[in-house]
């Protein structure tokens, strides 16, 4: 059993992730389905038990992780060899979750490099797999990605990411990102009225972490798009609490009637257009 140190709060905040998928595959009937979570969960030294009662970020992370894990396979048909970008990625298990079904697509892993090398410890390399050691906001990665890789067709994915960022910050990100690739971003974003009104220290998992304040919410796709109209497409949105109904607790499918909570947390898909299209 491996302890783990984080050199942010923020960072810490993957181990939810893990284990809610660790859960769901333990289920007799999962939505998700990853053993691959499974197998790092039971190599982690750390009180995993505290998230026992956090039934609706059980459900949610694994239908967010569901939803992203189709979209990617739906989007990759597009392109001859897509490559496949995890940012903020965690212990995340797509690649090993995707790689028999997408055997041509190259997968990066993107994060802190503390992260990085916690994840090349407990996780083993998919087929085409490969890491990257910076912060997203250190765009030198994209000049990297850029010099191998050219104007192939990107799918950029953001999976309980973007909510630990100054909006600001962030949009200079992602206007950076549609400027220089062509492809999918698929994200995941509160909304402006959740974030303004229900503090992580009310949320059922991230009460229990120290320090990981959400910061930024969004009025929509379409608010998304307006950040650079000409290389950003506001293509798809998924309510997650409008999906697997049956598998919500009641406090869940109560939530789902109320248009406030039921847009709390929304999947994105947008489409990024390159600045050589």
Known sequence: ??????????????????????????????????????????????????????????????????????????????????????????????????????????????????????????????????????????????????????????????????MYFEKEEFKKFFIALAQKFRGYVLSDFMSEFSVRKFDSRRHDAMKHMQNAPFKMGIGGGAEVQGWDSAHICFAKEAAMLKMYKSRWSLKGRLFSLIPAFCNACKMFVFKIIGSDE
């Open 1 to 162: 059993m491996q302890k783990l140190n984080f050199k942010d709060n923020v960072s810490e905040t993957l181990l939810i992730n893990v284990y809610m998928r660790h859960l769901d595959f333990k289920d007799a009937d999962p939505i998700l389905n990853d053993p691959f979570s499974s197998a790092v969960v039971e190599q982690i030294d750390y009180d995993f038990a505290k998230f026992n009662d956090a039934r609706l970020s059980k459900t949610g992370t694994v239908i967010r992780a569901k939803f992203f894990d189709d979209e990617t396979l739906r989007l990759a048909a597009e392109f001859d060899r897509p490559i496949i970008v995890q940012l903020g990625a965690g212990l995340d298990t797509r690649p090993l979750r995707l790689q028999k079904a997408l055997p041509s697509a190259l997968f990066y892993d993107l994060d802190l490099p503390d992260v990085i090398a916690i994840r090349d410890a407990l996780l083993p390399k998919a087929q085409n797999n490969f890491s990257l050691p910076y912060s997203m906001l250190d765009h030198s990665w994209m000049d990297e990605l850029v010099a191998k890789h050219g104007s192939a067709g990107y799918i950029f994915i953001l999976e309980g990411v973007s």
